[in-house]
């Protein structure tokens, strides 16, 4: 699926860049950007000609039915719950690390973070494995929230680091107690945040294909794969595709216009911290709650891992197949970062140094791209390469093309920001001394910026790495990843099967993870 990790915010140029951009960019900057528009514009594309080729009558016919209705109060019941549920987690848990006397605090929030770094569909299948009782609606929130309140803990936790607290104790000065100024003060200025990354929450909750199929709930996606995938349906699936696209484009809508607003913040680069809310005798239960809920999030999930691992290699332990897995999963991965940071780069320079509709076209690429469900984009690929080029089909050009497609928004955040940092007076100074743009570029800011393209190459290899729609429909024959076996064993049962591969991608995630959240904490100590 899109397994899709969390979309940074892409900042306004700086004002003493602004007046430094160029009106048109190059043509070898403008020919990528105009490619990716055309292949982004593809699902667009692919929902009206199959629309079209249908017929408005068998069209609504194919929408206007009980099953429809049933899949659309499915995916707006699971929507719905878990972003009410990782957004009182993530809020909880965030005032708790940033606003209180909290015990261990570091420790924990590193603790906190680490169910970030186990797939949903991973987590899944290890509840499942316990008691059929987990499958439905009910275990399938369980998972999720437990794997996505850290898109909202994240940003909240920052957002809360960096306000300015002379605000607070204002009130508190005005006579407003601790309760008071929570909600009169702190929570007015996090909502933005908070709405944006329950958004965000809310529009991987439409896409999301992975642990609603191991949890045999169905909602639009498992009902597209299988229209598509298992009953051979075109029609219905691409119907299907055209509602759930819609939905995820009104919620991109919400998204980009509360991104519009911004962050609301006094006082950035404060250098001290609010002074801690006291818990008392509220310590002991809040570490006890803290406790059981990183032994539910993740303490279960690895047990049962560690269970399953055992009991399978009591029988036997296919090491052979193992390691050909892991390597179609790194080499794949790989290729898809690769690919994704080579298309990124001229985005971002488009954007920040240029001006102009091509410009804004870029800047507002991300967003689509990000709201685009991955089953839809597979399904997509599908149609235009049986329809148009036959040669493509069931590659690996078409499936690193859609890797690159789906998470190139990760690798655009760090590229785009590390951009607006440096100087274009390098650049021009290159310029003045006779060398041509595309010189002037891997000499001068290539350089700079390479460090944030390692950052946005290792963001988009993870998320490669997790990927499993695209797979499933765009691999070639015989392809099989960690992502791939963990979901064909779960659906035959094989859950011993399934543990050794979903260990290591659980392995592959977990550093990354732990490195970011234990870098946060030490920049906020510097």
């Not at 191991?214 to 509602?243: C, D, H, K, P």
Request: proline residues 7%; glycine residues 8%; hydrophobic residues 55%.
């Amino acid at each position: 699926m899109q397994p899709q990790a969390v979309t940074p915010d892409l900042p306004l140029p700086a004002a003493g860049h602004a007046s430094r951009r160029r009106k048109s960019p190059p043509i070898w900057l403008q020919l990528p950007v105009l490619a990716l528009l055309l292949v982004a514009a593809l699902p667009l594309f692919f929902v009206v000609a199959r629309a079209a080729e249908t017929g408005f009558a068998e069209a609504f016919a194919l929408l206007w039915r009980p099953f429809v209705f049933g899949l659309l109060a499915n995916t707006m019941k699971l929507m719905v719950l878990v972003t009410i549920g990782c957004a009182v987690i993530g809020l909880g848990l965030a005032w708790l690390v940033e606003r209180s006397d909290l015990r261990w605090r570091r420790h924990w929030n590193v603790l906190l973070c680490l169910p970030f770094a186990i797939p949903s569909f991973v987590s899944g299948f290890t509840w499942v494995s316990m008691s059929p009782m987990f499958e439905g609606l009910g275990g399938t929130v369980l998972v999720m929230v437990l794997s996505k309140y850290p898109l909202i803990y994240l940003p909240v936790v920052a957002t809360l680091r960096s306000l300015d607290p002379a605000l607070e104790e204002s009130a508190r000065m005005l006579g407003l107690n601790r309760r008071q100024v929570f909600w009169q003060v702190t929570l007015p200025l996090l909502r933005p945040v908070l709405m944006a990354t329950s958004l965000l929450v809310a529009i991987h909750m439409l896409v999301e294909f992975g642990a609603p199929s191991i949890m045999r709930y169905q909602t639009f996606t498992t009902a597209i794969y299988q229209q598509f995938e298992l009953e051979f349906n075109g029609n219905n699936a691409a119907m299907l595709s055209a509602l759930l696209l819609a939905l995820c484009m009104i919620l991109l809508w919400g998204e980009f216009r509360l991104r519009g607003r911004g962050y609301a913040r006094t006082g950035q680069g404060v250098a001290r911290s609010a002074a801690p809310v006291r818990l008392g005798r509220w310590q002991v239960p809040a570490q006890l709650i803290l406790l059981v809920l990183v032994i539910i999030g993740c303490g279960t999930p690895l047990t049962m891992l560690a269970f399953w691992i055992i009991e399978g290699s009591s029988a036997s332990f296919p090491v052979a197949e193992i390691i050909q897995t892991l390597w179609a999963s790194l080499s794949y991965s790989f290729g898809g970062a690769l690919l994704s940071c080579l298309l990124a780069l001229p985005v971002c320079l488009v954007v920040v140094r240029y001006y102009g509709r091509m410009a804004t076209l870029a800047d507002r690429l991300p967003y689509l791209l990000h709201a685009l469900p991955g089953l839809v984009i597979a399904l997509s690929f599908v149609f235009f390469a049986l329809g148009y080029m036959p040669v493509l089909y069931q590659t690996s050009i078409l499936l690193l093309i859609a890797y690159a497609l789906l998470f190139m928004p990760m690798a655009q955040g760090p590229i785009r920001v590390a951009l607006e940092k440096a100087s274009p007076q390098l650049e021009e100074a290159a310029r003045t001394l006779g060398h041509t743009p595309i010189a002037t570029f891997l000499r001068v800011t290539l350089p700079i910026i390479s460090p944030a393209i390692g950052a946005g190459f290792v963001l988009v290899f993870l998320d490669c790495m997790k990927e499993l729609t695209a797979t499933l429909i765009l691999g070639p024959t015989g392809l099989e990843t960690l992502a791939t076996k963990v979901w064909s064993h779960t659906g035959n049962l094989e859950y011993a099967g399934a543990a050794p591969y979903a260990a290591l991608i659980v392995l592959v995630s977990g550093l990354p993870v732990y490195l970011l959240t234990t870098r946060a904490y030490r920049h906020k100590a510097g």
